[in-house]
Nanobody
Framework: QVQLVESGGGLVQAGGSLRVSCAAS????????MGWFRQAPGKEREFVAA????????YYADSVKGRFTISREKAKNTVYLQMNSLKPEDTAVYYC????????????????????WGQGTQVTVSS
């Protein structure tokens, strides 16, 4: 059974940092682009960041560019999201996901293109 399990969320003050992790089990995702999405109460799920299957390309939402960094460690089948300079508007449940395409040269930012999802981890930023 394929599983993506997020961890590392929590409560942090504005301006602080958190690193959330996504560990995959059941199969390798080394051939898939991986992404992070988030959903705040009353809002739609939105794209945050994505990384290509090789790790050579990364993409960010404008709202997090320069503050968040996505990375992957293939040997551990794990993807990370380092979040710095956090703001109250970053408060949301953060989900990791695997793109259904393998070896793709194009990294999607659309949730519909990701077919494996974790259960989410809560990140709360207090002002």
């Amino acid at each position: 059974q394929v599983q993506l399990v997020e961890s590392g969320g929590g409560l942090v003050q504005a301006g602080g940092s958190l690193r959330v992790s996504c560990a995959a089990s059941g199969r390798t995702f080394s051939r898939n682009a991986m992404g992070w999405f988030r959903q705040a109460p009353g809002k739609e799920r939105e794209f945050v960041a994505a990384i290509s299957w090789s790790g050579g390309s990364t993409y960010y939402a404008d709202s997090v560019k320069g503050r968040f960094t996505i990375s992957r460690e293939k040997a551990k089948n794990t993807v990370y999201l380092q979040m710095n300079s956090l703001k109250p508007e970053d408060t949301a449940v953060y989900y990791c996901a695997a793109d259904r395409a393998t070896w793709s040269l194009v990294v999607s930012t659309r949730a519909a293109d990701f077919d494996s999802w974790g259960q989410g981890t809560q990140v709360t930023v207090s002002s």
